[in-house]
């Protein structure tokens, strides 16, 4: 099989010599005719060859990529329609060829052999040819190799420096018309919605016990740390490498989404017991009730601080303190 | 508590007793809040601490020496050299100026103190202040006589706020704080009495916040949200109107006089709500003055048009002047605290810092251990009556707790309201649960029986029926027993966290000996003797950003670049030599007139704060400004680790900073054996070499190295090939290397 590849990239090289031997300014002013019609071009095994082969007085932005859903390839999905863009907006704005530069995108599919005799176990992969000939070429024929991050717009710089002197036309980014309309209708409707309801929203928004709960679980939500996951994307949970859950990361800096739950949960409690012995509690018209409300609140506050210190403990070694019955 | 307990001993006497009793009880929490902030200087000594103190001690020490107006004028050519800092211009004044003036003021009294004990104790004083503010912002919002007394207490001594006030540390945010409450306060009385005089000194204090602390920007959206929360909910009052609109135009005026705020505060887009409201307000006031003088139906017509109008003008008008340039879209520190994945795209170097960090759980509780529960009552206390300034609770604690989650720096501005929310969830729990009136049981229920249904639709639905008191002995035993514990346990824990997490001046670290013994590290202030002794007055050092205060303050030598981060690519510049291989460093560290270069390492203590783990933020701050010449990507094997021994990658192994950082390390060692104690990983035993630097200064624990910048061969070699020359008369066998060309860029 090796030695086949092999073979078929040195026949690759021959039948590129041959083609690059006709003339190679021809070669670009077809190859951008045809780009021009469709940006990213589609290239196989075949035209990847006459594209690549020095000597060449264009430059070539070739995406090699694994589109098919058998190679589950995240990345590849999610960066060819930014290529695509990137494409279509530079072909879009240098009509004329000034900047020289072509498009292509090879699937693995079509290109096998390419993928092989260049010894990709990797993809996507973005391959840059300078040009060789002409006032811009540079001493090397190999390609260079982009480093992915993400977007357009990163690629866009990355070839906007290999292309130094040269016009490199702006990212320009197709309006997303259903998403506008979708956008426009959505808050139209919103909006009529809430006048034809008004007369029950009215007394919804003046609900004063709507506004309070909203208020404390805005507060439980952040001050237990959701934006530290919202931010960081923490996992939900995580496993104690022994077969079993951990619920409570070990360290200070560190938490799962299910722990904030808990502390959110811990919190609101807690709180909830406060209140009911400041405001609730001393309504209580019969004293045998309240006695009863005054000791299930006031315990139920004692047991679940001294869980809260416990789970304290946990995220820091050191702390010295504790309550009964977590000691 | 004691003043709640008092009972109804009425007369002139009583009163006197409980204004006495108020008032050294405050003494009290504020000696309390004092003393709790000295552990540093009862363990360590009275010094300044960690890394902006030291410039605001250098700036405080210039006006001092130098008058006022010099100050002012200040330009600054022992910093980011060779570019120099228009000081004056680029400083918040407020806490040099402070401290001057009390240093003037002493002095007049012909009290001999040293303006270095003026600024470590600074802040403690302020703290005290602190909770006296704290005390009358509580006053204000209930009518309990405890919970103002309870929200000074817990202001005193809660660490979210001593973690930037213990004594020496001299930063902004030790006045800032206290301003931030007291303006609260004025806010809230201006705006319930609808006073001008009020209104005023809001704003004076205002200017006063505005001139101290960039963090003013929280006051000047907090005052616009409130008054504008409350005239959705058609509270709209001739109080608010004359309260607000003094407090902007002349808040608007005293912040315009700091030349670092300029125009900003009509130019930019952090202070446009406050200017939109301002005009929302004289709207809103013109309607209810139309209002009196048309009929109902014309009126709705009018208001239509009017709104309708006034706000597509307006947003039309913010649109057009942004798009044109005329008014700055938001600054990227503050825009990162809405989009919060934006900072760690496009701004390195604010990614970078760890206060610029999101809050994990901890953090909350660990700087507000039982407050932190009892806040959410305290807020949900507010919705039982609602009058203005619950609203300016509620409104302060949704934003105070949304920021203090996206930045952990910002506790310190969610701390007061914390403590004040609690406060009045704790003196109402204490308030009913101390009080000596047993409720008669048959009163009770006649009352039950009599007025049925007092019905209160606003209200909270628990609030609905009347308050009876407490029954019986045991439940309030058992409740104020239960909150003692709570309480007490608070202040062992305040105490706890103060003494052991935010004491440590982190210029002088302590360690514990086998024998439990303290022993002290001092390889900073060693390493800044060693420069001032021992090198040129204008001798240039380079190193990371985060020493340029600590090398300006203690070694008192120039500096490329410092904490003071204005200039983006110098920073990067400094990057890019500390990442890049010797023959890309030289030149760059040449033309910066370089002499020395300062890394610090933690390698053979275990100090984890040291710059190899900081290394990656220099390589992406480099990166940023030269994507081509330093790849974050290289510094990674191949499998994605960022290793330091024999598996590091070339890069990792050639750049300037590895070198310095290991450089003779392996001499430590028996062979073999080199470890590197942070990221615990065996090195080579073969250390790196040094071509165009030469080590002159490794302090005892190898904390700090310093090197020195070798100038030019004097016979004209280029200094590989001199460094190999040497090295050859010594070692035959590293000749096998060869020289390297020295690259010219």
């Known amino acids: ?327 | 508590m004691a003043v709640a307990t008092q009972g109804a001993s009425s007369g002139i006497n009583g009163q006197n007793t409980r204004t006495l009793l108020r008032v050294s009880i405050l003494f009290l929490i504020a000696a309390a809040a004092v003393a709790s902030r000295l552990f540093s200087v009862i363990r360590f000594e009275s010094i300044i601490h960690e890394f902006d103190p030291w410039f605001n001690f250098r700036a405080t020490k210039y006006l001092v020496a130098n008058g006022f107006y010099k100050f002012w004028d200040w330009f600054d050519d022992r910093t980011w050299h060779p570019l120099g800092r228009v000081t004056g211009g680029t400083l918040y004044p407020g806490l040099m100026v402070t401290s001057g003036v009390i240093y003037h003021a002493l002095r007049a009294l012909t009290v001999p103190v040293d303006i270095r004990n003026i600024c470590v104790l600074l802040a403690p004083a302020f703290s005290g202040l602190t909770a006296y503010a704290a005390y009358l912002l509580t006053n204000e919002m209930t009518t309990s006589s405890s919970a103002g007394l309870l929200a000074a207490a817990f202001m005193g001594i809660t660490p979210g706020y001593i973690s930037r006030s213990v004594a020496g540390s001299y930063d902004n945010e030790a006045i800032a704080i206290f301003l931030l409450v007291f303006t609260f306060y004025l806010w809230i009385k201006a705006l319930k009495l609808g006073s001008m005089l009020w209104g005023a000194l809001c704003a004076l204090f205002y200017g006063y916040m505005v001139a101290s602390w960039g963090g003013y920007a929280f006051i000047t959206c907090i005052l616009p949200l409130h008054a504008f929360v409350l005239i959705g909910m058609g509270r709209f009052s001739n109080r608010l109107y004359v309260s607000y609109t003094t407090w902007y135009a002349l808040g608007t005026l005293a912040s315009m006089q700091i030349p670092f705020v300029g125009f900003l505060p009509v130019k930019t887009s952090e202070h446009m709500p406050a200017l939109g409201i301002f005009g929302f307000v004289q709207l809103v006031g013109f309607l209810q003055y139309v209002r009196s003088s048309m009929s109902a139906k014309q009126f709705k017509t009018f208001v239509i048009t009017v709104i309708v109008g006034a706000v597509g003008i307006g947003l039309a008008g913010l649109v057009g002047l942004t798009s044109l340039g005329y008014i700055a879209p938001w600054s990227g520190r503050f825009y990162s605290l809405w989009d919060t994945g934006y900072a760690k795209i496009h701004i390195p170097i604010i990614a970078s810092v760890s206060e610029h960090q999101p809050t994990a759980w901890p953090a909350f509780f660990f700087d507000l251990n039982m407050l932190i529960w009892l806040f959410p009552a305290g807020v949900y206390l507010c919705f039982q009556d609602l009058r203005d300034e619950h609203v300016f609770v509620v409104v302060y604690a949704l934003f105070g707790s949304y920021f203090a989650g996206v930045m952990v720096r910002l506790m310190l501005t969610l701390t007061p309201i914390v403590c004040v929310a609690a406060a009045m969830a704790a003196s109402q729990i204490l308030d009913t649960y101390l009080s000596a009136k047993k409720p008669n049981v048959e009163e009770v229920a006649d009352a039950g029986s009599t007025d049925a249904k007092p019905v209160k639709t606003s209200g909270l639905r628990v609030a609905s029926k009347p308050a009876v008191g407490i029954f019986t002995f045991v439940s309030k035993a058992l409740v104020v027993g239960g909150m003692a514990v709570y309480l007490l346990l608070f202040v062992s824990h305040c105490t706890w966290v103060t003494s052991n997490a935010y004491s440590s001046p982190s210029v002088v670290l302590a360690s514990r000996m086998p024998d439990g013994s303290q022993h002290i590290i001092d390889d900073y202030r060693e390493a800044y003797q060693w420069l001032r002794q021992n090198t040129k007055e204008d001798a240039k050092i380079m190193s990371w950003w985060d020493y340029g205060y600590q090398i300006g303050g203690m070694a008192d030598r120039p500096t490329l670049v410092d904490n003071n981060t204005w200039n983006n690519t110098h920073i990067a510049t400094v990057g890019k030599a500390m990442s890049s291989s010797e023959e890309v460093s030289y030149p760059i560290m040449r033309q910066h007139e370089v002499d020395y270069v300062l890394v610090v390492f933690g390698g053979l203590l275990g100090y984890s704060g040291d710059d190899i783990n900081k290394f990656l933020w220099m390589v992406r701050i480099a990166e940023g400004i030269w994507p081509e010449e330093v790849k974050e990507r290289n510094f990674f094997t191949s499998r994605g680790e960022y290793r330091v021994d024999a598996e590091a990658t070339d890069t990792m192994k050639n750049s300037l900073m590895y070198k310095m950082s290991y450089y003779n390390y392996h001499s430590l060692f028996p062979a073999g054996q080199t470890v590197d104690r942070v990221r615990g990983s065996r090195l080579p035993d073969q250390g790196p070499v040094l071509n165009t630097i030469e080590e002159a200064y490794t302090t005892e624990n190898w904390i700090i190295r310093i090197y020195k910048v070798k100038d030019l061969d004097n016979v004209g070699r280029d200094l590989f090939s001199a460094a190999s020359f040497d090295r050859g008369q010594k070692k035959k066998s590293s000749k096998k290397k060869g020289p390297r060309v020295l690259r010219v860029d």
């Open chain 1, 1 to 327: 099989m090796r030695l086949l590849s092999s073979l078929l990239s040195a026949s690759l090289l021959l039948a590129g010599s041959f083609a690059a031997k006709k003339t190679p300014t021809g070669r670009f002013d077809e190859f951008h005719a045809k780009s021009l019609s469709s940006s990213p071009v589609k290239l196989a095994t075949s035209s990847y060859g006459s594209w690549t082969t020095a000597p060449r007085d264009y430059s070539a932005a070739v995406l090699l990529t694994a589109m098919d859903a058998r190679f589950g390839c995240q990345l590849c999905q999610s960066f060819q329609p930014e290529f695509d863009i990137l494409a279509k907006s530079w072909v879009k704005g240098d009509k004329a060829g000034k900047s020289r530069t072509l498009f292509g995108v090879l699937d693995f599919a079509d290109g096998r052999d390419v993928f092989v005799s260049l010894g990709l176990q990797t993809a996507p992969v973005l391959l840059f040819f300078p040009p060789t000939e002409g006032p811009h070429a540079v001493a090397s024929p190999d390609p260079i190799r982009y480093d992915f991050t993400a977007g357009a717009e990163h690629v866009q710089a990355w070839l906007a420096r290999q292309l130094p002197d040269r016009p490199h036309p702006p990212i320009k980014r197709p309006i997303n018309w259903t998403g506008w309309i979708m956008g426009v209708g959505i808050f139209v409707a919103g909006i009529s919605l809430l006048v034809t309801a008004s007369p029950y929203i009215w007394p919804i928004l003046q609900n004063r016990n709507i506004w309070a709960s909203i208020s404390l679980i805005l507060i439980l939500l952040f001050t237990s740390g959701h934006m530290f996951n919202h931010i960081r994307k923490v996992p939900y949970i995580a496993g104690d490498g022994k077969g079993g859950i951990s619920y409570f990361a070990g360290s200070f800096q560190s938490q799962f989404g299910l722990e904030t739950q808990v502390i959110a949960a811990i919190y609101g409690t807690l709180a909830f017991c406060a209140i009911s012995l400041a405001v609730k509690v001393p309504r209580i018209a019969d004293y045998r009730t309240q006695q009863v409300a005054v000791l299930a609140w006031g315990g139920v506050l004692f047991i679940l601080y001294s869980f809260l210190l416990s789970i304290f403990r946990i995220k820091n070694g050191g702390y010295p303190f504790s309550l009964p019955p977590f000691m």
